[in-house]
C-alpha cells in the first residue's frame, strides 16, 4: 500500500513538472546585424540571460551578425513567424512608418542626451505603437550613438563629399543627405559595407562609432570625421500576433525582462561609444578629424532643403517636438 503512494504520488509529480514545462516550452529567436561587443550585441545577451531566469522552459537564442537575417528580410521574416524579437536601426522601417523617419534628418540633435529625452518624451513614446496595423510592436527603444562621415579623405566641407559615394541604410532621407551635397549614396546591407570599403567600390560611409569599430571598418578607411551628424538608434520590435498571444503572465515577464535589458543595452551605450572612439583615434592607420563651427555651418545649410522635402511626410508637430529635446 505504501509503495502504491509512493508510486502515485511520484507519477503526479511528474507530471505536474512534464506539465508546467510544456505550458512554457517556447523559443524566442532574437534576429539582429552587429558584433556582440556592441550596445545591441550586449542588449541581446541580457535580454536572453533575465527573460530565460524569468520563465522557465523558455529558449531564447541570439543570432548576432546577420547570421540569421539580414536587415530587409527580418521584418517580413517576423511577421511570417519565423523571429520573434529585432531591433533593426530607426533608419529601417520606412515600408511601414514614415513616422519613425524623424530620426533621419541630419543636424537634427544636439546629443544623446537629446535623442533620449525626445524617445522618452510622449511624442516619442506614441511612435512605439506608430506601426501596430502593419503587424509589429515596438518594445522600447535603444541607443547606439551619433553617426561619423568616414572615407579615404577628410570630409569636412560638403564640398569634400562632392561625388564620393557613400553606403547608407535603406532611407530616403539618408539618400537624400548624401544627394543635397553631391555625393552618390549608396543602399546596402549592413554585412557587406566592409568588403565594399575595402574594395573601394565605396568610398565612405557614415557610422556611429561603436559599428565602425566592432566592424573594422576604420581599418579600411584612412579618416573618421566627427561629424556627429545624425543618429544610429534602434527600435526593439516583436510582431503583434506573437505578442498578444502569449499568455498574459508570461507577457509580463518577457515585457520586464526587455526593460531592464534595454536600460542596460542604454547604460552601455556611451561608455562603448567613448571606448571605440578612443580606440580608433589611437590607431596608427586612421585619423580623427574635427569640422570648424564654420564648416560644421556649411553643412547645416546644405541639409536644410532636406528638411523642408521630408516634412509633411514626417509631420511638423513631430520635427518640433523632437527639436524640443535639444533644449
Ligand atoms: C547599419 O545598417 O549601418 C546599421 O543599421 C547596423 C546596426 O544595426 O547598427
Not at 522552459?57 to 529585432?86: C, H, K, T, W
Not at 542626451?113 to 512605439?128: H, I, N, P, T, Y
Not at 509633411?312 to 524640443?324: S, T, Y
Request: aromatic letters at 8%; hydrophobic letters at 45%.
Amino acid at each position: 500500500k505504501l509503495m502504491k503512494t509512493v508510486l502515485a504520488s511520484a507519477v503526479a509529480a511528474v507530471g505536474i513538472l512534464a506539465g508546467g514545462a510544456q505550458a512554457a516550452d517556447m523559443t524566442i529567436k532574437f534576429s539582429h546585424v552587429v558584433a556582440e561587443n556592441t550596445p545591441k550585441g550586449k542588449m541581446a545577451r541580457k535580454f536572453e540571460e533575465l527573460a530565460e531566469a524569468a520563465v522557465p522552459g523558455l529558449d531564447v537564442q541570439v543570432f548576432p551578425n546577420s547570421q540569421l537575417y539580414d536587415d530587409s528580410r527580418v521584418l517580413e521574416a517576423m511577421l511570417l513567424g519565423d523571429v520573434q524579437i529585432a531591433a533593426p536601426s530607426l533608419s529601417k522601417f520606412q515600408r511601414f512608418t514614415n513616422k519613425l523617419q524623424v530620426f533621419d534628418l541630419p543636424f537634427l540633435f544636439d546629443d544623446m542626451a537629446a535623442v533620449d529625452r525626445f524617445q522618452q518624451s510622449e511624442a516619442g513614446q506614441s511612435l512605439l505603437n506608430s506601426m501596430e496595423d502593419k503587424g509589429l510592436i515596438g518594445l522600447g527603444y535603444l541607443h547606439n550613438g551619433m553617426k561619423q562621415f568616414s572615407a579615404n579623405e577628410p570630409i569636412l566641407t560638403p564640398e569634400d563629399a562632392a561625388g564620393k559615394k557613400f553606403r547608407i541604410q535603406t532611407s530616403d532621407i539618408l539618400a537624400a543627405q548624401f544627394e543635397a551635397v553631391d555625393a552618390i549614396p549608396v543602399k546596402k546591407p549592413f554585412s557587406e559595407v566592409f568588403t565594399l570599403l575595402q574594395t573601394k567600390a565605396i568610398d565612405g560611409a557614415e557610422n556611429p562609432w561603436s559599428n565602425l569599430y566592432s566592424k573594422k571598418f576604420f581599418e579600411v578607411q584612412d579618416y573618421v570625421t566627427e561629424s556627429n551628424h545624425g543618429v544610429l538608434d534602434y527600435l526593439v520590435v516583436t510582431s503583434a500576433s506573437f505578442w498578444n498571444g502569449l499568455e498574459p503572465d508570461v507577457r509580463d515577464k518577457l515585457n520586464k525582462a526587455m526593460n531592464e535589458a534595454i536600460a542596460y543595452g542604454n547604460e552601455q551605450s556611451a561608455d562603448l561609444a567613448a571606448r571605440d572612439r578612443q580606440a580608433i583615434i589611437d590607431d596608427e592607420g586612421t585619423k580623427v578629424v574635427q569640422m570648424s563651427a564654420e564648416q560644421r555651418q556649411a553643412w547645416v545649410e546644405a541639409e536644410k532643403p532636406v528638411w523642408s522635402e521630408f516634412e509633411d511626410d514626417i509631420g511638423r508637430d513631430l520635427i518640433d517636438a523632437a527639436l524640443k529635446a535639444n533644449q
